[in-house]
């Protein structure tokens, strides 16, 4: 079926140029980053996890949120999510593969990699990490591929594959789970010391992945033949929308929990974040954009109207993305070292090259997604 990705209009061609551009704009600078160090990033002793962790983080949940389709169609057997969770599945290859390039990045020296394998240490929340995403990328990889392979012959998925399936599912609940204890296992921590950060992680994912699914599914459907169909979308709009409702709820909970109990260590990282801190705020207008956004897709998605609607869903989809993506792949990572153990503030913000470099793997990740995407498409459009 590869050969399916050899052909198409110039659109498709134009749109995999210009990811190949962007990626090699972000293979540059990251060799310049392989050459010089990590000096050439906004990381220092205080913030030593900065951009690249935080858009690893976020796009673990992205990967997870393919259970939310996954689930439904082979466990309760919801027929109207059946177009869609291949798009689900491939959406989740893309976002692993991008987490992994984002720890490559991270690593300064990617032979570090090979610590972890060499020397494997059962007791390092990091080692399980590396296990649950390699084989939540192996497990998409698999199903996705013998389903749609299956689809196109016309044939059913072959008998080996369903109990693959249903370990997809709460391996998917693992990875995030598993990120959420690289975090809430650090005691210095205290914006990430939370025995509910696991469930906040899942939340968020469970509104920012579908959000990124439906309008994934309305561009295919403007250009090309594929339609997701009505229903699968409207069901996908109300889950995104208890999954930002449920999220708005956790944070509120570590607000009061911080502010009820009147403990200042656990106050200052959200007192950073949201007001600013000893004169210093550099991330307070986007935590307050997150708050905007989030609140703007909540009423666009609570009223069935405006939720039905595809110009607003579409509006309300780009908050939820992006209001999570501040949320927690911005301000909840970086806000988690400010202030530090000696409570002073050392403040973060990506230079030039880190962002060039993040460009250039999310330009990646959108160009594995548009292959798979096509050889999906394809086959669909074929059996149809």
Known sequence: MLERA???????????????????????????????????????????????????????????????????????????????TILGEFLAVASVTMCLLFIIVDLGKPMRLL???????????????????????????????????????GTDSPSWLKPLIYLSIPWAISIHTVTAFLYAGLPGRHLWLHSILAARFLASAFASGPALLILLALVLRKY????????????LSQIVLYGMLVSIFFIGLEFFTAFYSNI????????????????????????WLFALL????????????????????????????FSMWIEKGLGLVIGGFIPNPFEQVREYLPTVPELIITMGIWAT???????????????KEEVE
């Open 294 to 321: 989030a609140l703007a897709a909540v009423v666009l998605l609570i009223n069935p109207k405006t939720r039905k609607d595809e110009k607003t869903l579409k509006i309300a989809c780009l908050c939820v993305f």
């Open 115 to 153: 610590n972890v394998i060499l020397y494997p240490s059962p007791n390092s929340i990091l080692f399980w990490d590396m296990i649950v995403l390699n084989g939540y990328l192996f497990l998409n990889i698999v199903i996705g591929w013998n389903v749609l392979e299956a689809e196109r012959k």
């Open 264 to 287: 200042p260590s656990h106050q200052h990282g959200l007192l950073y974040l949201f007001v600013g801190l000893d004169g210093y705020g550099k991330l307070v207008p986007f935590m």
């Open 365 to 379: 990740g959108f160009f594995v997604l548009t292959i798979l995407y096509k050889i999906a498409v394809s086959v």
């Open 224 to 235: 090309t033949k594929f339609d997701a169909g009505k229903e699968a979308i409207d069901k």
């Open 6 to 84: 050899l052909t198409g209009s110039q659109k498709y061609y134009r749109l995999l140029m210009g990811l190949l551009i962007l990626m090699g704009m972000g293979f540059a600078a990251y060799l310049y980053q392989l050459n010089t160090g990590l000096t050439i990033t906004g990381l220092s002793r205080d913030v030593s996890w900065g951009f690249y962790i935080a858009q690893f983080t976020f796009l673990v949940g992205v990967a997870a949120s393919a259970v939310m389709v996954v689930l439904p169609y082979y466990l309760h057997n919801v027929k109207v999510f059946g177009r869609i």
